[in-house]
């Protein structure tokens, strides 16, 4: 399979705070490429949001504004790209209100969910967070909501999910953006 994984951690509830990103790059079922980057967003920072991913106002205060980090990872939104996220709802909304926030083009590509493909492939999970679905399947998630160890956590859940069950379940649940 070849696909990108990405993640976003956000600093508050509007979808445009992104405060860090991730992109991993898988060819030929490898992860080939890593990208991680703190993200100084145009907004304040809440609490809850601090609480879940640890990242604090201090954190990114040298960190580059998302239109600069854009420039080093557009390339991989292409018509054809599939990109991967877990609760891609989440991560494909930010993406596009971040874009948007700052006049940015918003590109087209394929979407797959890893929450989706997991809930239709292991009903029998508890609950289909990542954590919870990473444990199942054996993977390492060293720090959950650090953006670059829940895109490698999501892109090893596809690879694991292809592996399993082939390519074809998860075709029907490809979405284009």
Same mark, same amino acid.
């Not at 720090?143 to 596809?158: K, R, S």
């Given at each position: 399979? #070849?696909? =990108? %994984?990405? +993640?976003?951690?956000? %600093?508050?509830?509007?979808?445009?705070?992104?405060?860090?990103?991730? !992109?991993?790059?898988?060819? +030929?079922?490898?992860?080939?490429?890593?990208?991680?980057?703190?993200?100084?967003?145009?907004?304040?920072?809440?609490?809850?949001?601090?609480? =879940? $991913?640890?990242?604090?106002?201090?954190?990114?205060?040298? %960190?580059?504004?998302?239109?600069?980090?854009?420039?080093?990872?557009?390339?991989?939104?292409?018509?054809?790209?599939?990109?991967?996220?877990?609760?891609?709802?989440?991560?494909?909304?930010?993406?596009?209100?971040?874009?948007?926030?700052?006049?940015?083009?918003?590109?087209?590509?394929?979407?797959? +969910?890893?929450? @989706?493909?997991?809930?239709?492939?292991?009903?029998?999970?508890? #609950? $289909?967070?990542?954590?919870? !679905?990473?444990?199942?399947?054996? =993977?390492?998630?060293?720090?959950? $909501?650090?953006?670059?160890?829940?895109?490698?956590?999501?892109?090893?859940?596809?690879? @694991?999910?292809?592996?399993?069950?082939?390519?074809?379940?998860? &075709?029907?649940?490809? &979405?284009? =953006?």
């Amino acid at each position: 399979m #070849n696909f =990108i %994984a990405m +993640d976003f951690e956000t %600093a508050n509830a509007k979808r445009y705070s992104a405060v860090s990103i991730a !992109v991993v790059v898988v060819r +030929d079922d490898q992860v080939v490429d890593e990208f991680y980057s703190l993200l100084k967003p145009p907004t304040d920072f809440s609490q809850q949001n601090i609480n =879940i $991913h640890g990242i604090h106002p201090q954190d990114v205060e040298d %960190a580059p504004q998302f239109p600069l980090v854009w420039q080093k990872i557009q390339q991989f939104y292409t018509g054809e790209q599939l990109v991967v996220a877990h609760n891609a709802a989440f991560d494909n909304s930010v993406l596009k209100a971040t874009l948007e926030y700052y006049h940015l083009p918003t590109p087209h590509y394929l979407s797959l +969910d890893t929450v @989706k493909t997991s809930r239709r492939l292991y009903p029998q999970l508890t #609950n $289909h967070k990542l954590n919870t !679905v990473a444990e199942a399947l054996e =993977i390492p998630l060293h720090h959950h $909501h650090h953006a670059l160890d829940d895109t490698l956590a999501a892109a090893q859940i596809l690879l @694991k999910q292809s592996q399993e069950f082939g390519v074809d379940p998860l &075709k029907s649940l490809v &979405k284009v =953006i």
